[in-house]
């Protein structure tokens, strides 16, 4: 369960006072069970109608203690299930209404855990044209432009991995400050390269006969990508003089 402070850092006492928080504030809340959350990923989850944080006169956000709740349920859903943003708020707009709604059966489990039985439909790791489209809202078009820079591609079957649903948001996103898929080559190219480091590290891992050491070999590589991830965003923050919160 979240811990939600009744205030935080934010603008002014008011809200301190009736137990709205800052979007800095909720950060801080998340980032104890999600440390990989960013302030972007929050206002995108708003732009997808997920939350519907209040609004100060001067335009800041302020969240409650529900918001934060319902924030939590999003990104548990997004970690632990793979599920689209389109299931996501069908999800949680059945729970609204007061009904029994059941999480799709995922993909893939977790360390530990016994694999689910399989359920018609695409897998939540796993999901169909049509289902990319509508969970991130874009046609035909803008996904085929995105895959011509490379920045989303199948899989050798012809569906797509969950990812490519939080790759398609943020693309989006990027492009309301008007950069366009066409700029993020670059970035495409650089992420190529920094999985072909991690994969160099752990290819005598994945080849061992060792069963054990093959499976060491998953741990190990999400390991070394949430490193290369967290010292990419550093080396951004450094380049460009900023730090993000």
Do not use: C
């Not at 850092?9 to 800052?22: I, R």
């Not at 439909?121 to 796993?126: D, H, I, L």
């Not at 992420?191 to 480091?197: K, N, S, T, V």
């Amino acid at each position: 369960m979240l811990q939600t402070p009744s205030g935080g850092a934010g603008h002014g006492t008011a809200a301190a006072d009736t137990g709205l928080m800052s979007i800095g504030t909720v950060l801080t809340v998340l980032r104890d069970e999600f440390p990989e959350v960013t302030i972007s990923k929050i206002r995108f989850l708003e732009s997808e109608g997920l939350i519907e944080p209040q609004r100060t006169p001067s335009g800041y956000r302020k969240f409650s203690p529900a918001d934060v709740e319902r924030l939590g349920h999003v990104l548990r859903m997004q970690r632990d299930h793979y599920l689209p943003l389109k299931v996501i708020r069908e999800h949680l707009d059945a729970m609204a209404r007061g009904e029994a709604a059941h999480l799709p059966t995922v993909g893939r489990q977790r360390d530990g855990e016994a694999a689910p039985e399989p359920v018609e439909g695409p897998t939540a790791a796993r999901i169909g044209r049509a289902e990319l489209m509508a969970a991130a809202g874009i046609g035909e078009q803008e996904l085929d432009e995105w895959e011509s820079y490379g920045l989303i591609a199948p899989l050798p079957d012809g569906v797509y991995d969950a990812e490519a649903v939080t790759v398609a948001g943020l693309v989006l996103e990027l492009g309301r400050f008007g950069i366009e898929p066409r700029h993020l080559r670059v970035m495409k190219a650089a992420a190529d390269r920094e999985a072909g480091l991690v994969d160099q590290v752990v290819a005598p891992l994945k080849r061992h006969r060792n069963p054990q050491t093959r499976a060491h070999a998953e741990a190990r590589t999400k390991e070394l990508a949430g490193l290369t991830v967290k010292l990419h965003a550093a080396l951004v923050q450094t380049a460009l003089g900023v730090r993000l919160p």
